[in-house]
């Protein structure tokens, strides 16, 4: 069965500092990757997506994430982070073709000002 | 707001009752996603829906949950007889056809059995 490991599971930073969060799958095939995001009380949102073309996706508000096929792995960064980007992330695998995604259990990210 | 919207927001239940949510999609998507979501881990599908056709159940859908989409539009899940093990959050999404791999979620709604 397909999986998705987000290997950081709390991430605390000070503002300013920089942010790299990891994802991998386990799926073997073509895959098309996502990040969201879910602010404190909010619902979750897309923060950005790979279908196809170039590896390293751009998001809203300064995050980007690359895909490597050889590593499996999908790691969302940012270069400085701010308070509001406290929120909960969570990764999330469609196998190529499937409607249905594999979310990974997510990283809590606290960021001090 | 014509976002994703779900109904109620938070329910707490007796082990055994019956509860029914609802879910609202954006008015032009045609796709419709249940999730369950427990602490600490990230939402695990539960069954989705292009228009009124129910197309795929996961086998965390055991025969106490039934869910619906009479008119292609809202959606109702139901629970019946409820366990403490139910509890959690019930995250729906909708989706456009021309776009089907994005989700768009709604708040959820939290359940609690005691």
């Known amino acids: 069965a397909q999986s998705v490991s987000q290997h950081n599971h709390h991430v605390i930073l000070s503002e300013a500092a920089s942010l790299e969060l990891g994802c991998n799958y386990s799926?073997?095939?073509?895959?098309?990757l996502f990040w969201y995001v879910q602010y404190p009380g909010q619902h979750l949102q897309l923060l950005l997506k790979?279908?196809?073309?170039?590896?390293l996706v751009k998001g809203i508000k300064g995050f980007e994430a690359e895909f490597i096929k050889s590593k499996f792995s999908f790691n969302l960064r940012k270069p400085s982070v701010q308070w509001s980007d406290t929120a909960e992330y969570f990764c999330?695998?469609?196998?190529?073709?499937?409607?249905?995604?594999?979310f990974g259990r997510g990283t809590s990210l606290i960021v001090h000002p | 707001d014509t976002g994703v919207s779900q109904d109620p927001r938070h329910k707490i239940t007796k082990r055994g009752q019956n509860v029914t949510f609802r879910c609202d999609p954006i008015?032009?998507?045609?796709?419709l996603y249940w999730y369950r979501q427990t602490l600490g881990q990230g939402p695990e599908f539960l069954t989705y829906?292009?228009?009124?056709?129910?197309?795929?159940k996961s086998r965390l859908l055991s025969d106490r949950f039934s869910a619906e989409r009479p008119k292609g539009s809202f959606s109702t899940l139901e629970i019946q007889r409820t366990e403490q093990g139910d509890s959690a959050m019930y995250l729906c999404?909708?989706?456009?056809?021309?776009?089907?791999?994005?989700?768009?979620f709604g708040p959820g709604t939290r359940l609690t059995v005691t």
């Open positions: 999404a909708s989706s456009l056809q021309g776009s089907v791999y994005e989700q768009y």
């Open positions: 799926y073997g095939g073509t895959v098309n």
């Open positions: 790979y279908f196809s073309g170039d590896p």
């Open positions: 999330a695998v469609n196998k190529g073709g499937s409607y249905i995604p594999t």
């Open positions: 008015s032009e998507h045609n796709r």
């Open positions: 829906f292009q228009n009124e056709a129910q197309l795929e």
